[in-house]
């Protein structure tokens, strides 16, 4: 009995992990074109999902990003940027500004979404799964490049603050302990 009541509770856990991961994957967005999309297409991958802005203190994270891209991404790792204006109006530009300004000045190869609300009443539904009460990391965006790590399996690993830069010991370690995994 002991056993049917722990596969149960197993069982049960499980469909609830599988399902906030599947819903990751599913919530609706635009690419930088405008395009809708989904999540859906990096499924099974690595993730770093960053809100970013153009005219931040801390752009020039762009650089690290990119760095940190290349240097994973035959390995299975993604750089998902989605730009946002939330913080100081830091990022005033249409999608159309914003993928020219990243490619002309930092070369950005990585997918870059629209611009969203990561915040306030207009928050997006991706950063309020990242961010709302059910997340193992829960708690407002305080700026620009706050940076979340989305395992294979669509869970949240781990939550690194702006200042956090992209290149740090502190993220290439999860990344790299992320990608041992499989």
Same mark, same amino acid.
């Given at each position: 009995?002991?056993?049917?009541?722990?596969?149960?509770?197993?069982?049960?856990?499980?469909?609830?992990?599988?399902?906030?991961?599947?819903?990751?994957?599913?919530? *609706?967005?635009?690419?930088?074109?405008?395009?809708?999309?989904?999540?859906?297409?990096?499924?099974?991958?690595?993730?770093?999902?960053?809100?970013?802005?153009?005219?931040?203190?801390?752009?020039?994270?762009?650089?690290?990003?990119?760095?940190?891209?290349?240097?994973?991404?035959?390995?299975?790792?993604?750089?998902?940027?989605? *730009?946002?204006?939330?913080?100081?109006?830091?990022?005033?530009?249409?999608?159309?500004?914003?993928?020219?300004?990243?490619?002309?000045?930092?070369?950005?190869?990585?997918?870059?979404?629209?611009?969203?609300?990561?915040?306030?009443?207009?928050?997006? *539904?991706?950063?309020?799964?990242?961010?709302?009460?059910?997340?193992?990391?829960?708690?407002?965006?305080?700026?620009?490049?706050?940076?979340?790590?989305?395992?294979?399996?669509?869970?949240?690993?781990?939550?690194?603050? *702006?200042?956090?830069?992209?290149?740090?010991?502190?993220?290439?370690?999860?990344?790299?302990?992320?990608?041992?995994?499989?």
């Amino acid at each position: 009995m002991k056993t049917i009541k722990t596969t149960v509770a197993w069982l049960a856990v499980s469909a609830v992990a599988l399902a906030a991961a599947a819903s990751l994957y599913e919530i *609706p967005l635009n690419d930088i074109d405008g395009k809708p999309t989904t999540l859906k297409s990096h499924q099974g991958k690595l993730l770093l999902v960053v809100n970013v802005a153009s005219k931040c203190g801390m752009t020039p994270q762009y650089k690290a990003l990119q760095e940190v891209y290349e240097k994973y991404k035959d390995r299975g790792f993604m750089v998902l940027g989605f *730009p946002c204006n939330d913080f100081g109006n830091q990022e005033p530009g249409s999608n159309a500004e914003i993928k020219e300004f990243c490619s002309n000045n930092y070369e950005v190869t990585f997918p870059l979404y629209d611009k969203l609300h990561v915040k306030g009443a207009d928050q997006h *539904p991706l950063y309020a799964a990242l961010t709302g009460a059910t997340s193992p990391f829960p708690g407002e965006i305080q700026w620009n490049f706050g940076k979340f790590l989305i395992g294979r399996d669509g869970k949240i690993l781990a939550r690194f603050e *702006p200042r956090t830069t992209p290149d740090s010991k502190e993220v290439t370690e999860a990344i790299e302990a992320a990608l041992a995994a499989k």
